[in-house]
Nanobody, 128 residues
């Protein structure tokens, strides 16, 4: 079982940047595709980005493409989400998730991720 812990959230003005981290413990992330999702009150959880186990392929939601960058450092057992040109509509709780069944990033947004493979989330607030 892997434990995931997000950090790096906070309050930032529109146009600013934040870098989220998702640190894993209990098991290596080397064999797992990883993803980022976000949720705002009253809305469904939204896919943001995914990265393959090797880090050589990434996928993004259209709403963040060109502004967000997902990366990983398997030596540090950590996945990152660099968020630039932030907008007020990016305000949400951001969650990382690990897929224990696949190394591929493609299709991550459609997969069922077991409850044990989610982090607790970190709040990102973008002021206008």
């Amino acid at each position: 079982q892997v434990q995931l812990a997000e950090s790096g959230g906070g309050l930032v003005q529109a146009g600013g940047s934040l870098r989220l981290s998702c640190a894993a413990s209990g098991r290596t992330l080397r064999g797992y595709a990883m993803g980022w999702f976000r949720r705002t009150p009253g809305k469904e959880r939204e896919f943001v980005a995914a990265i393959s186990a090797s880090g050589d392929s990434t996928y993004y939601a259209n709403s963040v493409k060109g502004r967000f960058t997902v990366s990983r450092d398997n030596a540090k057992n950590t996945v990152y989400l660099q968020m630039d040109s932030l907008k007020p509509e990016d305000t949400a709780v951001y969650y990382c998730a690990a897929d224990p069944t696949s190394t591929l990033a493609v299709g991550f947004m459609f997969r069922h991720i077991p409850d044990d493979y989610w982090g607790q989330g970190t709040q990102v607030t973008v002021s206008s």
